[in-house]
């Protein structure tokens, strides 16, 4: 993993799909030490800084995406910060270990950019618009979550990394900003 200095905070490089990490599926079953609590934070860090100074929404990242190998990925609160109308992230939860465990047969098309993709590009991706999702929190409890419309696709998007997918390439259509 690769650190760098962003507006005074370490954070991590992010890697592009074209990256060997991010091609690959990762099984293994995590469980969180509090060895890797710097290694967390930095990655929470690293999704806060580029959501605040990048044009493009960042909203999540997978652990493979800053090169960490495991099976999880951290996200916003979206509820929380729609609910505050807040501009930045309010909150970051950490999920691992997901698992869809239930996808409605209603599609939607989701328009998504990754930070591991260029920032001109839109991936239009077909979707499931309701999910239900397993994971286990930082203390290993197995958890279940039920969500609709782009938090669903985020977390569909974010799975997606664990196992060596990317938007791009599930895409039906690609929009490319600079073509316009
Ligand atoms: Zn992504």
């Not at 507006?7 to 079953?29: A, Q, T, W, Y």
């Not at 505050?84 to 999920?95: G, H, L, N, R, S």
């Amino acid at each position: 993993m690769q650190k760098y200095l962003l507006n005074g905070f370490e954070v991590f490089k992010v890697l592009p799909i074209s990256h060997e990490i991010l091609r690959k599926k990762i099984f293994e079953h995590y469980n969180f030490t509090n060895k890797e609590e710097d290694t967390l934070s930095t990655m929470i860090d690293t999704l806060r800084l580029y959501n605040k100074l990048h044009s493009i929404e960042a909203l999540a990242l997978a652990a493979p995406q800053v090169g960490w190998e495991k099976r999880l990925f951290v996200c916003a609160d979206l509820e929380l910060q729609q609910r505050k109308k807040a501009k930045y992230i309010q909150k970051v939860d950490v999920y691992l270990n997901p698992e869809i465990i239930k996808k409605s047969n209603d599609l939607i098309v989701s328009k998504e950019n990754c930070l591991s993709i260029p920032p001109n590009q839109i991936a239009c991706v077909m979707r499931s618009n309701k999910i239900t999702m397993k994971y286990y929190n930082l203390l290993g409890i197995e958890m279940v979550v039920e969500a609709e419309g782009l938090q669903a696709c985020i977390y569909q998007h974010e799975i997606d990394h664990l196992d060596g997918i990317n938007a791009l390439e599930k895409a039906t259509s690609i929009i490319d900003s600079q073509q316009r």
